[in-house]
């Protein structure tokens, strides 16, 4: 199989590890947390981002291959999401990122710093809505 067929991943200090995306994506990142010695801790979990900046998001499609989700030859960065902070917390587990990839630090800080998703964005504003509706409703019934 050519180098392309498999992707690269950076974490550490600036180590490198190349690992065969033909597999399940929890597989992949089982693998992954394995040979880089990243610890499972709860509330968190592991993804990637390439150094283009896009974010794989790998974790939330633990079924789906691999290798269609990610680009062969491909370079990504090993990051942490901690799940349980409000909004969710990305780090890098590659020391010094923003020395190495100073606009991937800041896609990251972004990513951290988002206040609320787009869907409860909707819902509030739904919600809100909804009161003058009910209200402006409550008010010709009163004026009759």
């Known amino acids: 199989m050519p180098d392309q067929e498999f992707i690269?991943?950076?974490?550490?200090?600036?180590e490198k590890k190349l690992f065969n995306p033909h597999c399940r994506t929890s597989s992949l990142l089982e693998s992954i947390r394995r040979n880089c010695s990243?610890?499972?801790?709860?509330g968190s979990k592991i993804?990637?981002?390439a150094e283009d900046g896009h974010f794989a998001q790998i974790s939330l499609r633990p079924y789906a291959p691999a290798n269609l989700?990610?680009?062969?030859g491909q370079t990504y960065v090993l990051i942490n999401i901690i799940a349980d902070s409000k909004p969710p917390k990305y780090e890098s587990l590659?020391?010094?990122l923003d020395t190495i990839h100073p606009d991937l630090a800041e896609r990251l800080e972004s990513l951290s710093c988002v206040s609320e998703s787009p869907v409860e964005k909707v819902k509030q504003h739904t919600r809100g809505s909804s009161k003058k509706i009910y209200s402006r409703r409550s008010s010709i019934k009163s004026q009759r």
């Open 8 to 14: 690269t991943v950076k974490y550490g200090n600036d």
């Open 38 to 42: 990243v610890s499972p801790t709860s």
């Open 47 to 49: 993804d990637l981002m």
């Open 69 to 72: 989700v990610l680009d062969g």
């Open 94 to 96: 590659l020391n010094n």
